[in-house]
């Protein structure tokens, strides 16, 4: 349970503003090439926030985490295109997506989530290939590295989401949504359960938290938001292919979070953001943005690992410089 | 002999021969990780820099095609040196920049900076070498040998004997020196060793001289293998060398030698055996996504790996 | 519970290769008993407790606790059983409260799941409220809440122990394992330790320590083991613990036999 930065007064203010401010934003804007970069951007926040609660708040590193946005971005390609003759309402996919993300959060978080961290990162990474390669080479099904084509669009009781604007206001919606749930969550005692097992995860079994149950949780979560913006990623392209899920993708939105804050949500929205708005000014450097995520990441690990907008707990966490190594459970004797 | 015996024998010829160029790569994972319990991401990287300088030496020693035994000794010797060199220097500026900073501090930090000099490293090989791939020149000229119904090229043979000096020097230096010793106190022990008086910053940098020097040699190796160099190729390579390490066991060097070339003849036999038993449903671009499964049965079902993991305080 | 006993130590081995940290221990403790676990160190004490509550499996042998074998489950199902604990060398949340860190140890005792929390329920809302009082309760009982909204590592050692317990106290534990509750302290904070762990008893539980501190051991222990090398040397109350020979031995070397006041 964190102590709220500032009252709730002029915290509730500050956000009206910012919503205000989203809700117009599109008004100023001329070029629609713009806005269909504000709808990725939207995207990612998605993406970053469910990414957040697996590595921010239970503190575990997720290499593979864009398989469950394959997941979902292929689930609706294939079951609402001409692939197979599918075309299953958004809504029913939607919610199908989610669910079978979950589902394979928790087949793959099962065996392996009690593995210590850096095992953890190979781990996911290797299940993460895995599903790209499969996606790439299962032709019969996903047509392999052609993709995907002629998917349909996002539709809503009638309502097609057809135009990057009204995709605008749906991501719009769902970030809106996704933010309020994850705050919750983080505030709960489930959040506070997950900052426990990332200070100390023996003290916490101790405790009598069910850290294994606690852990498949976040990443079932993550999993699942990741699933639905692979949802709306295959409405909203009407096009997928193995291209959009590779490793480098997963490490794209690890540095959203890493560099925005791991543990806060503002600062994950904010390095989403700017990670997808900024390239798009930058393009005649397109080449070198791997480099500089690179570069980025070791030099904010090395002088401001808790992100350009940290969470208080989590500023505290990576500012320890001398860690005291917990002696085992309990010492000699 | 039947010909599936012949086909099993013949992928356990080329599996070794991958299997040694693994097990180098997997030493560097496996004594890094002993001594700072820290996954070096970036050593996939160091691997294929071995490969690309190799090339640059051979471009600027002008041989392109098959040259006489001498000069190949002598250029391959200088291509070794060079790689070795450039990849060990590294490895130590990287400890120094990078890892020792965070030392003590959470357990996310050093992984994610490790995965920062990785992504650098690749892409800045990418900016300056270009995205194509380079083709590593054909100065061997090859020579196959047959043995009821096996070929073995004096490539792979050559490959063989160098991996294993290689090894075999690791092993007299990591266990007949005062020098090795000082390794092995440290991966037991940090904090007992430097209160013997060994000098943990030096240690540890020689391991990152030692373990990068190994990786080059393998990316040498590899190139001249297949014959290409890509700049991606540390990734794949890092991975299953990584699954070689923890198949034998995090840490432990005979650990990691048995592992690659376990993982190896696995791989082989794997790709050999999959098309036949499949049909044709699955084929040998799966090949990769064996290692990965290997990796994640490891992780799950034994994670300390078939030789015991050594990993200290 | 099985013949009035808590917990029932049955032939309790634990090795490490060829390593013997302990062999055939056995002990019962009874309902709001106090006893104490001594020994030179390296003795196998704080093994005990990890093997009993399940932080490490043992080799062989068995505890029952409430009636129920207990080697093996998983260590969160053996607190939440009612077997809380502390360790020596203190394993705080150290970048969460004081508050929060009690709270922690109520989460096994609350109800509300995943829907709640998400969704911000009345009935979240109202059990939150719940866990921050009864936190601030046991803090109080304690004597540290002048420190609830510090941060747990920036507190005075003292208190940190007491914090300690605090925590394992708000799992609503019916026996309590302290590993070496004084250590470290002065005088004063030694007999106000005291004056908590009778407090504790007097609330209804039984408490199992593991202490270096005669003073703390011998004034409060209905029932005292000893341990030495991983074998049980001597059972006993307080008084016959004293002048036990191979006790007085096993401290202080084999040749000063004498009577210890």
Redesign the interface.
């Known amino acids: 349970?964190g102590r709220p930065r500032l009252n709730g007064f002029r915290q509730r203010r500050w956000v009206a503003l910012v919503v205000a401010g989203l809700l117009v934003l599109p008004a100023g804007i001329r070029d629609i090439y713009m806005i269909r970069v504000l709808d990725l951007a939207g995207l990612y926040v998605l993406l970053a926030l469910g990414l957040n609660i697996v590595?921010g708040y239970a503190?575990l590193?997720d290499?593979g985490y864009v398989a469950f946005y394959a997941v979902g971005a292929y689930l609706y390609a294939l079951l609402a295109s001409p692939q197979f003759g599918f075309h299953l309402p958004f809504l029913l996919v939607f919610v199908l997506g989610g669910g079978l993300a979950a589902l394979a959060g928790v087949l793959i978080g099962y065996?392996?989530l009690r593995?210590r961290?850096?095992?953890l990162?190979?781990?996911t990474?290797?299940?993460g290939?895995?599903v790209r390669?499969?996606m790439n080479?299962l032709d019969s099904l996903t047509n392999g590295p052609q993709g995907i084509m002629q998917i349909d669009e996002l539709g809503l009781f009638g309502y097609h989401f057809n135009t990057p604007l009204r995709i605008y206001y749906l991501v719009l919606l769902l970030c809106a949504l996704s933010v309020t749930?994850v705050r919750?969550?983080e505030r709960?005692?489930?959040?506070?359960?997950w900052?426990?097992i990332r200070?100390?995860e023996?003290?916490?079994?101790?405790?009598?938290?069910?850290?294994r149950n606690l852990k498949l949780?976040a990443f079932a979560m993550g999993a699942t938001t990741a699933g639905v913006a692979g949802v709306i990623f295959a409405g909203l392209q009407q096009f997928v292919s193995p291209e959009s899920f590779t490793?480098w993708e997963s490490?794209l939105i690890?540095c959203m979070v890493?560099l925005g804050g791991?543990g806060s949500i503002p600062g994950v929205i904010v390095g989403s953001v700017v990670l997808v708005v900024l390239p798009e000014f930058l393009r005649t450097y397109e080449?070198?943005r791997?480099?500089f995520?690179?570069?980025?990441?070791?030099v904010m690990?090395?002088l401001r690992?808790e992100g350009l907008w940290p969470s208080r707990?989590r500023g505290?966490?990576?500012h320890?410089?001398?860690?005291t190594?917990?002696?085992g459970?309990?010492?000699?004797? | 002999m039947g010909s599936l015996g012949i086909l099993l024998l013949q992928q356990l010829v080329n599996g070794l021969t991958t299997g040694c160029i693994y097990a180098l790569i997997a030493l560097g994972y496996s004594m890094v990780y002993g001594v700072l319990e820290l996954l070096n991401f970036a050593h996939g990287e160091l691997f294929m820099l071995g490969a690309y300088v190799a090339i640059v030496i051979l471009g600027g020693l002008a041989l392109h095609g098959p040259a006489p035994l001498g000069i190949l000794i002598g250029a391959l010797g200088l291509c070794f040196i060079g790689g070795m060199f450039v990849s060990s220097s590294l490895g130590v500026v990287i400890e120094k920049v990078a890892y020792r900073p965070l030392r003590y501090a959470s357990r996310l930090a050093p992984i994610l900076t490790a995965l920062g000099v990785s992504i650098v490293l690749q892409n800045t090989t990418m900016l300056v070498a270009g995205r194509r791939p380079w083709y590593f020149p054909h100065i061997f000229s090859s020579q196959t040998y047959e043995l009821g119904g096996i070929i073995v090229t004096n490539l792979q043979l050559f490959i063989l004997v160098v991996a294993t000096g290689l090894m075999v020097a690791l092993h007299y230096l990591v266990n007949r020196t005062d020098f090795g010793l000082a390794i092995r106190a440290v991966a037991e022990d940090k904090t007992t060793a430097s209160l013997m008086g060994i000098e943990l910053d030096r240690t540890i940098s020689s391991v990152f001289v030692i373990g990068p020097a190994l990786g080059a040699a393998a990316g040498l190796l590899f190139s001249l293998y297949y014959g290409v160099a890509f700049f991606t190729m540390g990734f794949v390579a890092g991975i299953k060398a990584f699954t070689a390490a923890v198949l034998g066991g995090i840490g432990n060097i005979p650990g990691a030698m048995v592992g690659g070339l376990l993982l190896g003849v696995l791989e082989a036999i794997g790709a050999g055996v999959l098309p036949i038993v499949t049909r044709g449903v699955l084929g040998a671009e799966y090949k990769d996504v064996f290692a990965f499964v290997v990796l994640i049965a490891v992780m799950v079902f034994k994670p300390t790996g078939l030789m015991g993991e050594r990993v200290g305080r | 519970m099985s013949d009035g006993h808590l917990l029932q130590v049955e032939g309790l081995t634990k090795t490490f290769g060829a390593l013997r940290a302990v062999e055939g221990v056995r002990f019962v403790v009874a309902p709001g008993q106090i006893y104490a676990i001594i020994g030179p160190n390296g003795a196998g004490k704080t093994t005990v407790f990890n093997l009993i509550t399940g932080a490490i499996p043992a080799t062989a042998g068995s505890v029952r606790f409430k009636g129920g074998e207990v080697l093996g489950r998983p260590e969160h199902e053996v607190t939440i059983l009612g077997l809380a604990r502390t360790y020596q060398n203190l394993r705080l949340f150290h970048n969460m409260t004081v508050r929060e860190n009690v709270m922690v140890g109520r989460h096994c005792r609350t109800r509300t799941g995943i829907r709640d929390a998400l969704f911000h329920t009345p009935r979240q809302r109202q059990e939150e409220a719940a866990i921050v009082e009864q936190a601030t309760r046991l803090l109080h009982f304690v004597g540290i809440e002048e420190y609830a909204e510090e941060l747990a590592k920036s507190i005075p050692y003292g208190s940190q122990k007491r914090l300690e317990i605090a925590r394992a106290l708000a799992t609503e534990p019916n026996l309590l394992l302290l590993d070496e509750p004084a250590a470290g302290m002065n005088t004063q904070e030694t007999a106000d330790l005291i004056a908590l762990i009778e407090r504790i008893r007097r609330e209804g539980r039984t408490i199992l320590l593991i202490e270096h501190d005669m003073r703390v051991v011998m004034g409060i222990s209905d029932q005292i083991l000893v341990l030495d090398h991983g074998v049980t040397i001597a059972e006993g109350p307080p008084s016959q613990i004293q002048r036990d020979e191979r006790v007085i031995e096993a401290y202080l070397g084999r040749r000063s036999v004498r009577g210890a006041t």
């Open positions: 349970m590595v503190g590193l290499l065996p392996t593995l961290g850096d095992y990162a190979i781990v990474m290797a299940f290939e895995i390669i499969l080479n749930l919750n969550l709960s005692k489930i959040g506070r359960a900052a426990a200070e100390d023996e003290a916490a079994r101790g405790m009598g938290l069910n850290t949780l490793f490490i690890l890493v791991m080449d070198y791997m480099l995520f690179g570069l980025a990441l070791i690990m090395l690992p707990r505290r966490e990576l320890e410089s001398r860690v190594p917990a002696a459970a309990g010492g000699a004797g």
